[in-house]
DNA sequence: CGGGTAATTGAATCTCGTCAAGCTGGGTGG
DNA sequence: CCACCCAGCTTGACGAGATTCAATTACCCG
């Protein structure tokens, strides 16, 4: 958040209190089972998490990827048990806390309330753009537009642009989050990248035109032209 | 809301105020346009939306339907500019009002924040669900829980539950929802029908038996087995 | 240096899209 | 009151794109 906005002290100690429980977890680890009773949020401190669904058939829908600094869980706020599973794509560090935490916020400090609020309408935007990738776009557009999601989110976080970023997936995980199969998904990237949109190597991937890429797939960066100017003053 | 909380008097007052401006719009009235400056949400009071974008190559992903009592576009509530396009369906009665009311909500009262919050998780994990089916289910389990979901939601809405309703879209909108093109719909509704699973009649669907139908389509209701315990107390 | 997971590639198959043609029903104007 | 019109629905034939099945190959970890 601070990213975005000036904390006053008060509001970053209320947020500090959220972290204050730590986790440790291994890759593969599931901390939030579908279907399961849920009481808790989770920060992501370090590595990279994903939710997902597993349909009757044993087929799995990866529905959206974590990382650091953001809040994991809180489709489960208005039910009694989890709609979805929590599981680490790494090691992680994950900071556990009560739902009755998030009520006490938007209580105590109206604006991170808000500003809360204002990062779940980003999230439903991500995700609808990632259901008319599904619905309406190529095998070839769907993965391309995730690898640019992927880099735009990692951006975020640490600056660089360079476009070459670690991509921590296998392609069975790109074809579960992207409705695919990992074979189709290993001809797309081939494909992506005899058309010279992406190289890869050991593991990395590497955008050379951010701009070519998001025109080839119908790619739009949901993280930038924010506004906020609406938020009410800090408590 | 008052479906599921009892309201204070003042909390009564506050939702009213928001009401407080109506406008009408015809069938085919677009009310927000993708890309387009936005100020403004609105509540439904009568009639049927939906929110969708456009692709450049001109096809269209319906990405949500809206019935009276829901607020539309919380989507544009982080963004200057709107992510989505919003379209009525049918003659309605829109309340439109400006991003900072819903912030002078959340600051003069906390639980209906905390509410909007629940509601637009919940309206999360529907996305997700589409997600999922759209990624994960054939064509005809798609159709399926398309029309579950819609009876659902008017169920939820006027409680009858005789699994007959009027269905208000055209075999393009339900493609442009489910991610198919109109003729393939049609193929999948005279397969649901040919495997007694609906009856067609009059721009009426029947499900004669919605648990068979949820089977065969993989759907879950998102508006049962809600949990708004954690809700702070009414200020 | 094994052993297992992930990536790669080819061939056959199937689902769904595309194109094209006819049909139906409700509204409109002569 | 009827003929027409037009949007939406229906159906068939064909093709493209994605899946499935199967078999190697590459890579990472201990």
Chains 1, 2 share one sequence.
Request: aromatic share 4%; charged share 25%; with cysteine.
């Amino acid at each position: 958040m601070s990213g975005l906005i000036t904390l006053t002290t008060d509001e970053h100690a209320a947020l500090d209190r959220i972290e204050e429980r730590r986790r440790q977890v291994r890759k593969g680890t599931v901390i939030q089972h579908s279907e399961e009773r849920v009481t808790e949020l989770f920060v992501l401190r370090e590595g990279m998490m994903m939710s997902y669904v597993l349909l009757p058939d044993g087929s799995r829908q990866i529905l959206r990827f974590y990382f650091p600094g953001e809040i994991m869980g809180m489709a489960g706020m208005g039910y009694r048990n989890a709609p979805e599973t929590l599981c680490a794509l790494a090691d992680c560090v994950v900071c556990p806390f009560e739902k009755a935490a998030v009520s006490r916020l938007m209580v105590d400090h109206p604006r991170l309330g808000a500003m809360l609020m204002a990062f779940s309408q980003i999230e439903r935007a991500v995700l609808t753009d990632r259901l008319a990738s599904l619905g309406r776009t190529s095998a070839r557009a769907r993965v391309g537009a995730l690898l640019l999601e992927l880099h735009n989110r990692l951006r975020a976080r640490d600056g660089r642009g360079n476009g070459t970023f670690p991509l921590g997936l296998t392609q069975e995980e790109i074809g579960d989050a992207t409705g695919l199969t990992s074979v189709h998904v290993n001809r797309m990237l081939r494909q992506l990248e005899e058309d010279g949109l992406i190289t890869r190597e050991a593991g990395h991937v590497t955008i050379g035109d951010v701009a070519a890429l998001a025109r080839a797939t119908h790619h739009v960066d949901r993280y930038a032209a924010l506004d906020l100017s609406w938020l009410p003053p800090a408590r």
